[in-house]
C-alpha cells in the first residue's frame, strides 16, 4: 500500500461564499459610492478617475473573501457583477438625488436674497421652504423622486425662476448630453474595476512554488 498518496481535496460549495461575500462587498462599498458621487462632480470629468478605484476596492474586497472556493463558474461572477453594479448605480443616483435637490434649494434661496434680503431667522426659514417647494415642484412634473431629477436633469437641467422674487434661472452645471455622458462613463469605469478585481475568481489557485535548485535526496 502506498503511504505517500495525498489524500483527496474536497472542494467547499461556492454558492453561498459568493453570495455572502459579494454581500458583504456591495456593503461596504456603500459609503465609497456615495463619496464618488461627488467626485463625479468634479469639472472636466476629472472625478471620473476615482470610480476605477472605487470599483478596485470593492472588487478586491470580494475577490478576498471569496478566493478560497476558487475557481468558481464564470457566469455566477458575471451574474453577481450585474447585481453588484446595478445596486451601486442605483445608490449612486438616488444620492445625487438628495444631495442636488438640497443644493438646488440653497443655490435658489441664495440668489433671491440678493434681490429681496430678510430681517430675521423666521423669514430665512420661509424662504427656503418657499425655494423647496418650487425646485420639488419642478421636478415633479418630469416624474417621481429619483426618476423626475434624472428627467429633468436629461432633457432640461434648468430651474425657472421664482417670478416673486427674480427672473433668473439657475443651470445645472452638468445637464443633457453631458449629464448622460458622465453617468455613463462613471458606470463604465465602476464596471471595470470590479471586473479587474474579481475576474481571477473563475480561475485556479496558482500552485505553490517549488524550488528548482532543491537536488537533495528525500529523507529515508
Not at 461627488?38 to 474586497?61: D, E
Not at 420639488?136 to 434624472?150: F, V
Request: with cysteine; glycine share 6%; aromatic share 10%.
Amino acid at each position: 500500500m502506498d503511504t505517500n498518496q495525498t489524500p483527496m481535496q474536497t472542494t467547499p460549495n461556492w454558492r453561498p461564499v459568493l453570495d455572502r461575500s459579494a454581500a458583504i462587498a456591495t456593503l461596504i462599498g456603500i459609503p465609497f459610492t456615495i463619496l464618488l458621487m461627488y467626485c463625479a462632480w468634479l469639472p472636466v470629468l476629472m472625478g471620473m478617475y476615482f470610480f476605477i478605484l472605487g470599483g478596485m476596492l470593492v472588487g478586491s474586497i470580494w475577490f478576498r473573501l471569496a478566493s478560497h472556493v476558487r475557481p468558481v463558474p464564470a457566469a455566477a461572477v458575471r451574474l453577481r457583477l450585474l447585481t453588484m453594479l446595478v445596486l451601486l448605480t442605483g445608490l449612486y443616483l438616488v444620492s445625487e438625488y438628495y444631495v442636488k435637490v438640497g443644493h438646488l434649494t440653497r443655490d435658489l434661496t441664495n440668489l433671491t436674497l440678493q434681490y429681496h434680503p430678510v430681517a430675521t431667522l423666521t423669514e430665512r426659514q420661509a424662504r427656503d421652504h418657499e425655494a423647496a417647494a418650487h425646485v420639488q415642484q419642478t421636478l415633479r412634473r418630469y416624474g417621481p423622486g429619483p426618476l423626475g431629477y434624472l428627467a429633468w436633469a436629461v432633457t432640461d437641467g434648468q430651474l425657472p425662476p421664482m417670478d416673486k422674487y427674480t427672473a433668473k434661472t439657475i443651470t445645472l452645471p452638468q445637464r443633457q448630453a453631458f449629464y448622460i455622458l458622465r453617468v455613463v462613463v462613471s458606470v463604465t469605469l465602476l464596471w471595470y474595476g470590479l471586473h479587474l478585481m474579481s475576474k481571477d475568481l473563475t480561475k485556479r489557485d496558482d500552485p505553490a512554488p517549488t524550488d528548482a535548485h532543491d537536488t537533495s535526496a528525500p529523507p529515508i
